[in-house]
């Protein structure tokens, strides 16, 4: 079978790679590789390749529902997660994004995004085998796992790094390291840097080598060099290996910066895509049942170049960041004008681009809105902005929300926000104050972020403790390890005692729990959520109501959402018929939908 599929596309990758490397043994090493990894794939993971190549949209089905969680928190470690699928299986999971999890060094090791080992799970978190038998679990429920692979850096205590530091010459060669200031002077020059605030600059001095050492993110995560050709057989050999033990998505991390030129700001690089997309061509070789997740924040219209083209694809999917932040702006303003703008953008790029939806990760919010777009609406970006993160900091005046800030720079005023979405929606607030009409409207809110989030094209991705309405945990403060990083006020223990709630009427766990469940039911039950449904924003006359109709044949779905706390009126004048609210059972007709405050709607044309 891997024959078949090596005359597919090995024209393609020895072109891709001889431009890149020029180098026709580290090539035809690259190729036995290959060949071993397919030799060692598990005959299971063979029989869904084969499924998968049959269906190659499988991650496009209506069907799909993920989360995303850190197994150490949500459940001690891997073998506390294989005890507790029954309540994955429960909210009818279909894809599992388990947080880093691979050998990293403690305390510092940017939430796991400095590895040590790519084919060793942390001692603190499992061992290799419970990686095997979890997934294993997972397909036998129909959930396929996702895990993050770090494609730009190691952690400075690798066996790469560490051999690079006792002098060896072939492990300097993989990173990038200078003896004097003269080229890291030149790239310092047009690189920005990530992090100018926590890790100013982009190189760091190493004691052991007597070099600068290219880190763009810490200065304990050093940079890979890509220009030497057995980083990426490397590379390749890390993400099979873990591909045999069963992962079936690799979201893969920081991938726009793997490449570094001299004169560039070493982003977003032509070389880039062209390892990406010798990474989707080898997997189609050796495990087709794999799919490529892109972590890429930029504006959607510059997107497309990491989906590749129809001839020469490479990510399945990326997330989509900037609807996160728009439907987060649009909650704080009460005003859908920049969401509804920012879809239409998304709706008008090519129909390979597919995007992860979600309302929270564990990551934080920020603020990267289309700056000329709010200036075309007279609305001021520098003081939206600061509005935003003082309102979901709950420092600004009715704010319903409780978060913290991220990142704050005094002089340039920006910010980022953390949070769980019940917290910045406002339970936590009125669950402290005792006042049970604001924990409802919280609720309320929670809800309808949900069922707006849901009506846009892609899947939905859940964040662990969401689904119960879990708050910020602030006991992170206590610990020195995490007490300089908000982030920690969101990444914190799950509540299984409030999971349980769930199944009390009257709690909030149960109210976010089943209005949840109904949306995906719908999501399932509904042709107007399948992947080849059309897509658009309709405009609702009114900038508090924001709406997408969703069409299949003859079918038709109106998705509608309030982002006010008053009640609101939405015309859609041309929209003829009667319509039925799958929620409330009412018939409605669109040329004037009363809606409640935060009232969403889903409209079957009957």
Not at 209 to 214: S, T
Request: aromatic share 12%; hydrophobic share 35%.
């Amino acid at each position: 079978m891997i024959e078949v599929r090596r005359k597919r596309h090995e024209n393609e990758l020895h072109e891709k790679y001889m431009q890149l490397y020029h180098n026709e043994q580290c090539y035809e090493e690259l190729m036995q590789s290959l060949e071993e990894a397919y030799q060692n794939r598990p005959a299971e993971l063979r029989r869904l390749d084969n499924k998968r190549e049959k269906e190659p949209n499988w991650y496009r089905n209506r069907n799909m529902l993920g989360i995303t969680m850190y197994p150490k928190l949500f459940a001690g470690g891997l073998n506390g997660v294989i005890e507790h699928l029954d309540y994955l299986s429960e909210q009818k999971i279909t894809y599992l994004h388990l947080m880093p999890l691979l050998k990293m060094p403690h305390p510092y090791n940017d939430g796991g995004y400095a590895v040590e080992d790519f084919k060793q799970v942390d001692p603190e978190i499992g061992t290799n085998e419970e990686l095997e038998k979890l997934t294993k679990e997972l397909r036998k429920r129909g959930i396929s796992l996702c895990l993050d692979v770090v494609m730009n850096h190691t952690a400075d205590t690798h066996e790469w790094a560490m051999r690079a530091k006792r002098g060896e010459q072939e492990y300097m060669d993989r990173y990038q390291c200078y003896e004097t200031r003269e080229i890291p002077d030149q790239f310092e020059k047009t690189m920005p840097q990530v992090f100018p605030e926590t890790a100013p600059g982009n190189f760091t001095w190493c004691e052991e080598m007597h070099r600068h050492v290219l880190t763009t993110f810490y200065p304990y995560q050093w940079d890979l060099n890509y220009h030497n050709p057995k980083v990426f057989n490397e590379m390749i050999g890390n993400i099979l290996y873990l591909a045999n033990m069963g992962v079936e998505v690799f979201r893969i991390d920081a991938v726009p910066y793997i490449w570094k030129e001299l004169g560039t700001n070493c982003r977003n690089l032509p070389q880039v895509h062209s390892i990406v997309r010798m990474l989707r061509m080898i997997l189609e070789m050796v495990c087709p049942g794999v799919i490529l997740k892109g972590e890429v924040v930029m504006e959607p219209k510059e997107l497309p170049v990491y989906f590749g083209t129809e001839q020469e694809p490479e990510c399945h999917m990326l997330y989509g960041v900037s609807s996160m932040v728009n439907l987060w702006a649009a909650l704080a303003t009460r005003d859908t004008r920049m969401l509804k703008h920012q879809m239409d953008v998304i709706h008008s790029l090519p129909k390979n681009c597919y995007f992860v939806n979600y309302l929270r990760c564990h990551d934080d919010i920020g603020w990267g809105l289309d700056e000329e777009q709010e200036k075309k609406l007279e609305i001021d970006p520098i003081q939206h902005k600061e509005y935003l993160y003082h309102f979901f900091e709950g420092t600004y005046p009715y704010s319903f929300a409780r978060g913290e800030l991220y990142n704050y720079d005094p002089v340039t005023k920006d910010a980022r926000s953390c949070g769980t979405t019940a917290s910045l929606c406002g339970i936590e607030k009125g669950g402290f104050e005792g006042d049970l009409e604001q924990v409802k409207q919280g609720i309320q809110r929670v809800l309808m972020m949900h069922a707006a989030c849901m009506s846009m094209e892609g899947f939905v991705m859940l964040s662990s403790g969401d689904e119960i309405g879990q708050v910020n945990d602030y006991n992170y403060k206590k610990n020195p390890d995490t007490a300089a990083d908000s982030r920690y006020l969101h990444r914190s223990p799950f509540q299984w005692e409030n999971a349980e709630k769930r199944k009390k009427p009257g709690t909030v766990q149960h109210a976010i729990w089943n209005g949840l469940k109904q949306m995906e039911e719908f999501r399932r039950e509904e042709n107007c959520f399948g992947e080849t449904a059309g897509i658009s924003t309709w405009d609702t006359g009114n900038s508090s109501v924001f709406a997408i109709r969703r069409t299949a044949g003859r079918e038709e779905l109106i998705c509608l959402a309030n982002f006010s706390e008053y009640g609101q009126n939405a015309w859609l004048n041309c929209l003829e018929g009667e319509y039925e609210d799958l929620f409330t059972g009412e018939k409605l007709e669109m040329n004037s939908v009363w809606m409640n405050p935060y009232q969403y709607r889903w409209c079957v044309k009957k």
